[in-house]
């Protein structure tokens, strides 16, 4: 605020010219964002109060999310891309987010050699397309290469090996591995520049103190990270639950096998624009969309005005 | 770390521990490319294997080159990103600066409304968006989806960039006043390049997901003309399934550029998310 | 209990040396202070102390125990930081208990600690806040009674006071000369504060360029300078130097004396000079000569004088106080 206009607010009575700069400055972005983002959304939730009756396009409330909870022909794909959903978002909480904190932990011991190499090295794949990340996967745990049994054999697990993909109750635990293969780089890097964060003199008291190796790790690293994490877990949450072309890529529209491996995005996509038989449904998918929106909101919503706010942010 | 705080077998640990997930990390990309340089036999019989002279084969290749249209799917994705990623930075600049240096009705609750943007995606608007990328005629152009990514860059480029220019001096701003500076002149001229390492934060955030995206090249512009390398690749890949040469040789092509262009910049690139998320 | 000896220790980061062989020995319940100009290695030695840095060669002993390979917690250290350098998300009381609950002291033994440990810093009010609902100085108490729970052996301060307020570090310090009396333990203190080691010291160690210059009690160094560096740099305002030769002296090569061991007179006296500069300080006055005979020369007189610049006045410097140093800066006796 400079203080030229600051000191125009305190003398009211004086007509100051229209700041015209401040529109113009705010204009495209405000423009562009709101066409194409916010006007979108709205017409979206708005969409799925809609519904074709008698070719005629009617206001129908909340028949849509009747139809999509408790009709026959819907609701067993919806829970079931749900209940997908959320088993996808546990696995990314149970093993990307404690590797990717395991991981900048060790990255950040002080004068660890290689640190840069490792660094480099693991967050290498989160820069990948899903459709690299997606295809490479399909080939390397694909029964015909043979390149997983040969390694499981030198592990001596080979009988262990079968082609998780391409069964209902494997697949989605080996996509949902595959995410987190991709994605472990960012709560990995997140968690190391909190870490960098920490000052170096409050590490040394802790030495001095006797806390050390683990418990330094539980007793003070740790607590001074939790905002961090809780920011990974909004991050992941809202990732996963808007996740698509990873599935898409690696097990088709139809979210195969057996659709095992549905979720909220794949159903979205496969409503809105049909395949093979079933025709696209428009009012159908931005109803799907509209439930997804209030996941994602609930769950931004619970942690702006619960989490965040009990969590303290340390000033160093 | 003195001798005296580290023990060598916590060292070692560590070490091993790293250099398995490096491994894991790294080595189906390693895999992938090696096996796409092979005779079809090799990748069969010896998938762990470098190629040798016996073994080494371009035929992926050939195939692949001889019949996608790869380079234009790549300058599609390069005009996407780069006019995306111009205009994410100029407008997210201007209103960040808008936002952070004026006192007026309404701040907060402009900032709060393009704040929005970062938790909520964008692809949840996409049934609409489609209906209205179809009444304005921007169906299957490139400029449908530069406005998408733009839309979509903009919230986290108005936050970051604000949090930056608050830290542009007072002084310097008001020195540029009094020195008969316009408005737009003390952005362009003073502001502007003082948050430049900021800007290159931004821009790295904006691009992976633009270019790594399917969803929107999928539903907005799937023509041969406006497919982006992403979508290009899917569907070039999807058609080659049995053909291992040709598959594995595309997924290599994919990956070079991400992956020279990693190599040269990962140290301004991990530098600039560090920095950016300890804001 | 709480003596140490350095015995010819180095330290080297990469190839710059930082410490060249430093041998010091400390004394049960002495209070000794490292001085030196920036970046001469005083913070380097301390944390070598505390082991949070390697020496290159050289031993350490803590009451003759070799400590070379022993943590720091092992070591019955206590370090106080300069940045303070608590536990953000600890209260006060935790912060000060968390180094004897990860020793696995009793709890009721803790909380006595701290108890103690707070009522001689005045902290008792302050036990459940945070560190940053804390003002900087009660930050540096909660830091120094840190310390002092754990009961070392040897207490050790990197500047503790530099990031106080003119006032609070008075007040600070002389907070700390009260622990040290009332603890009788081992303390070494690292400032840049002349007033901090001249008042606290035991033992001053004036170090230069990684090598001790001198050791001696605070009025041994400001009497007895053993080189140009610690006379130059013990004293406020600084020692006057003089070529020798101007003074036709022939067995010395630099003549040292005090400002405070000149007298001025308007009538007779060794030197003359002009006045170019004069400083009124209450207490003392300060007053700037330039001299035909041995160039510039700063003078320290007691209570208020009135000199104006351009007056001619005549120095005598006090016959048995001044210095003799030879052609190294090495004091002659
Ligand atoms: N980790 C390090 N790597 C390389 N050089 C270092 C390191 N730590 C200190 N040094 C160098 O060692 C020298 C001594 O540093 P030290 O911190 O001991 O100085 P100091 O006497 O405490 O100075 P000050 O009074 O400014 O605190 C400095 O020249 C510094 O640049
Ligand atoms: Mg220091």
């Not at chain 1, 794909?77 to 932990?105: E, R, S, T, Y």
């Not at chain 2, 608007?125 to 179809?134: E, K, N, P, R, S």
């Not at chain 3, 003089?242 to 400002?259: F, Q």
């Amino acid at each position: 605020m400079s203080d030229a206009t600051s000191s125009r607010d305190t003398m009211a009575p004086i007509r100051r010219p229209r700041r015209w700069h401040i529109a113009v400055f705010l204009l495209p972005a405000f423009l562009v964002y709101s066409a194409v983002m916010i006007l979108p959304l709205i017409e979206t939730l708005r969409l799925s109060l809609f519904n074709t009756v008698d070719g005629e396009p009617a206001f129908v409330g909340l028949a849509n999310f009747k139809v999509l909870f408790g009709d026959a022909r819907w609701a067993a794909d919806f829970w079931n891309a749900l209940k997908n959903n959320v088993i996808f978002f546990i696995i990314h909480m149970l093993v990307q987010n404690p590797i990717g904190v395991a991981l900048a932990a060790m990255l950040s011991i002080p004068k660890l050699r290689f640190a840069a190499f490792y660094r480099t090295a693991i967050f290498l794949p989160t820069l990948l397309s899903f459709v690299i990340v997606g295809f490479i996967w399909k080939l390397i745990l694909s029964p015909i290469w043979g390149v997983s049994p040969y390694l499981m054999d030198l592990v001596g697990l080979k009988s262990f090996f079968s082609p998780w993909l391409g069964k209902p109750d494997t697949a989605l635990i080996a996509v949902s591995l595959i995410s987190v293969w991709q994605y472990v780089g960012i709560p990995m890097m997140l968690i190391y520049a909190a870490l960098l964060n920490i000052p170096e003199e409050v590490i040394e008291a802790a030495e001095c103190d006797g806390v050390t190796g683990w418990s330094q790790f539980w007793k003070i690293k740790l607590p001074l990270i939790l905002p961090a994490i809780g920011i990974i877990s909004i991050l992941t949450f809202v990732g996963n639950f808007n996740a698509f072309d990873l599935v898409y890529t690696v097990q088709g529209a139809l979210a195969g096998p057996d659709k095992s491996t549905d979720i909220l995005g794949t159903l979205l996509y496969r409503t809105f624009f049909g395949f093979q038989l079933q025709l696209g449904d428009r009012s159908m998918g931005a109803t799907i969309a509209t439930v997804m929106f209030l996941i994602i909101l609930a769950g931004v919503s619970l942690y702006l005005f619960v989490i965040q706010r009990r969590m303290r942010r340390y000033q160093f | 770390m003195s001798k005296a705080r580290a023990s060598l077998s916590r060292t070692t640990l560590v070490h091993l521990a790293l250099i398995g997930y490096t491994l894991i990390a790294v080595f189906p990309v390693f895999l992938t490319l090696i096996n796409s340089m092979k005779s079809r036999n090799a990748i069969f019989r010896n998938p762990m294997q470098l190629p040798t002279t016996e073994t080494f084969d371009l035929v992926g290749y050939t195939t692949v080159l001889g019949q996608g249209d790869f380079a234009s799917y790549f300058q599609n994705s390069f005009i996407v990103t780069v006019a995306a990623i111009a205009l994410v930075l100029l407008f997210g600049a201007m209103a960040a600066f808008a936002l952070s240096e004026y006192r007026f009705r309404g701040n907060t609750l402009m900032g709060l409304y393009l704040a929005l943007g970062i938790m909520i995606p964008i692809r949840l608007g996409t049934v609409a968006i489609l209906q209205g990328m179809v009444a304005t005629g921007l169906v299957n152009t490139l400029t449908a989806l530069i406005l998408v990514y733009t839309a979509q860059g903009i919230p986290l480029a108005v936050f970051i960039l604000s949090e930056f220019m608050r830290t542009v001096s007072d002084d310097l701003k008001n020195a540029g006043r009094i020195d008969g500076l316009s408005e737009y002149a003390i952005f362009f001229r003073l502001v502007l390049p003082l948050v430049r390492p900021a800007m290159a934060t931004v821009a790295v955030f904006t691009m992976i997901p633009i270019w790594n995206d399917l969803w929107f090249p999928l539903i907005l512009a799937p023509s041969e003309a406006t497919k982006t390398v992403t979508l290009g690749s899917q569907l070039f890949i999807g058609q080659f399934v049995t053909n291992w040469n040709a598959v594995l040789a595309a997924l290599s092509l994919a990956i070079l550029p991400v992956l020279v262009l990693y190599l040269v910049f990962s140290r301004q690139l991990i530098r600039g998310i560090t920095s950016g998320a300890v804001k | 209990m709480g003596s140490l000896q350095l015995k010819s220790v180095r330290k080297s980061f990469g190839p710059v040396d930082v410490l060249k062989g430093i041998d010091l020995d400390v004394k049960d319940g002495e209070f000794v202070i490292f001085v030196g100009p920036s970046g001469c290695g005083k913070s380097t030695l301390l944390r070598i102390i505390a082991g949070l840095e390697d020496a290159t060669s050289g031993s350490i002993t803590i009451d003759d125990q070799e400590v070379a390979t022993v943590p720091p917690a092992k070591r019955g250290i206590a370090m106080v930081f300069q940045s303070y350098a608590l536990y953000p998300h600890l209260n006060v009381k935790d912060n000060m208990g968390l180094g004897l609950k990860q020793a696995g002291t009793p709890k009721d033994e803790i909380d006595r600690r701290v108890a103690k440990a707070s009522a001689m810093l005045s902290l008792e009010k302050y036990l459940t806040r945070r560190p940053a609902e804390l003002s900087g100085g009660q930050r540096q108490r909660v830091a120094i009674g840190r310390a002092i729970v754990r009961e070392p052996k040897l207490f050790l301060f990197d500047e503790p006071l530099s990031n106080l307020d003119a006032a609070l570090r008075v007040n600070t310090r002389l907070e700390i000369a009260r622990l040290h009396r009332e603890l009788k333990a081992t303390m070494i203190y690292v400032t840049h504060d002349q007033v901090e080691a001249m008042t606290l010291a035991d033992k001053i160690v004036v170090l230069d360029a990684g090598v001790i210059q001198q050791v001696g009690s605070p009025m041994e160094l400001y009497n007895r300078p053993a080189n140009l560096f610690v006379a130059g740099f013990i004293g406020s305002p600084g020692m006057n130097f003089i070529d020798a030769g101007r003074l036709g002296v022939s067995d010395a090569k630099t003549i040292g004396v005090r400002p405070e061991h000149v007298a001025l007179s308007r009538d007779a006296g060794t030197w003359q000079g002009k006045v170019v500069h004069v400083e009124h300080l209450g207490a003392d006055t300060i007053v700037y000569l330039e001299s035909e005979a041995i160039g510039t020369l700063t003078v320290r007189l007691f209570g208020e004088h009135h000199h104006a610049v351009g007056d001619v006045v005549f120095a005598t410097p006090s016959a048995d106080q001044t210095h003799r140093f030879d052609a190294v800066g090495q004091a002659i006796r």
